[in-house]
């Protein structure tokens, strides 16, 4: 395991948990205010189960996030798009193999915004927030005039990302993503509902959903997020 620190306007903290520059290779995007590490160390643990498969990964932090030099109140869409792309140009220039991608949550939204353009060999969605207008306007609250910025859970979030939040349609995008897709949801989950990736998968040419009965957002408890994890390397062992 190694890690570098990409510029892209700031330092984007990366790690890379590689079996060899020609295995394939995944990239994880995190959630909103998450990191490369995820809750209960579950991208961690992902990266380890890929390796263990033959599978190198890529995990980091957008800006803002985790251990990124930048604030997170100057945190938007725009910016982890780009973030996604720098990361993804990086992966390509280190790697001669097959593309994975995974999304987290928002994660899950950056993922589907970019697919177009990094067209990875096969895509991985965890719970994504794909409704990421539907979301984001029940998530956060309305902001006064006079306020630049608001506390969501101790950490400032900018009027700017409520504003470009709500002007992405994450969701129109899966139509133009013609590879393999596994969209894995808890049936349980209160910060994205798990009728919206019912309604997803219908969207992608190869999409599969695989509810996991009774889970949360993010998987939280260790049956749960072993058969995540599990299933996720399944996935990408098959189609990379």
């Known amino acids: 395991m190694r890690t570098v620190n990409l510029k892209n306007k700031g330092k984007i903290f990366t790690v890379i948990n590689s079996t060899g520059k020609n295995t394939p290779v995944v990239v994880m995007f995190h959630g909103f205010t998450g990191s490369h590490v995820e809750a209960h160390f579950i991208f961690a643990r992902l990266s380890k189960a890929l390796e263990k498969a033959g599978i190198s990964s890529v995990r980091f932090d957008f800006r803002g996030s985790g251990n990124s030099d930048w604030p997170f109140e100057k945190m938007t869409l725009s910016s982890e ?6 990361v993804i140009e990086y992966t390509r220039m280190n790697f001669d193999n097959k593309l994975g991608v995974l999304g987290l949550s928002m994660g899950g939204t950056i993922a589907l915004l970019t697919a177009e353009r990094i067209d990875p060999d096969a895509l991985c969605l965890w719970a994504p ?23 969501v859970g101790g950490i400032r ?51 599969t ?28 062992e098959s189609n990379l």
């Open 129 to 151: 927030a794909a409704k990421n207008k539907e979301v984001f306007s029940k998530g956060i609250p309305s902001v006064p005039k006079d306020l630049r910025f608001f506390d």
């Open 81 to 86: 798009i780009s973030d996604a792309l720098k």
């Open 157 to 207: 979030v900018s009027k700017e990302f409520t504003k470009e939040v709500l002007t992405f349609d994450a969701f129109d995008e899966a139509k133009k993503y013609k590879k393999p897709t596994l969209i894995i949801h808890g049936t349980s989950d209160q910060s994205v509902p798990f009728e919206h990736s019912q309604s997803l998968v219908k969207e992608f040419k190869k999409g």
């Open 209 to 236: 959903l695989l509810p996991i009965e009774g889970s949360d957002h993010v998987f939280s408890s260790y049956d749960w997020s072993e058969r995540v994890i599990a299933e996720t390397v399944k996935f990408f």
